[in-house]
């Protein structure tokens, strides 16, 4: 029964490695085509690169990449970053549509 419990731990480390081939399989757990499309339409909009808009929400060219090929796993913290950048939604029922300028925070 120990052994089995040691065997857990160590399983962890070898699954960091593990967790990019079984990602692969787990498709309910990617941004959809649908999103990456928006997001791409939404910075072409604006006139900016995968690496422009990367720059703007402080994260990789490669993120970007991710996301709009549909290979990225959501980020709600990331997707809320994109979303602003965009004015569109990424999320929800409402993908596509513009985000409604409500009373700014500052």
């Known amino acids: ?3 089995a419990g040691q065997n857990k731990q160590h399983s962890i480390t070898k699954n960091t490695a593990k967790l990019d081939r079984e990602t692969e399989e787990l498709h309910h757990d990617r941004v959809t085509l649908e ?5 791409q339409q939404g910075r072409q909009s604006k006139g900016l690169t995968q690496k422009d808009l990367a720059t703007k929400i ?3 060219p490669q993120v970007i990449a ?7 796993i959501p ?3 990331v997707l809320g970053k994109i979303e602003r950048a965009i004015g569109l939604k990424l999320r929800g029922k ?8 409500g009373p700014r925070a500052k």
């Open 1 to 3: 029964m120990g052994a």
């Open 35 to 39: 999103v990456g499309k928006v997001i």
């Open 58 to 60: 402080n994260e990789k």
């Open 66 to 72: 991710d996301y709009e090929s549909g290979r990225a």
């Open 75 to 77: 980020n709600n913290q």
């Open 94 to 101: 409402d993908v596509g549509k513009p985000i409604e300028k």
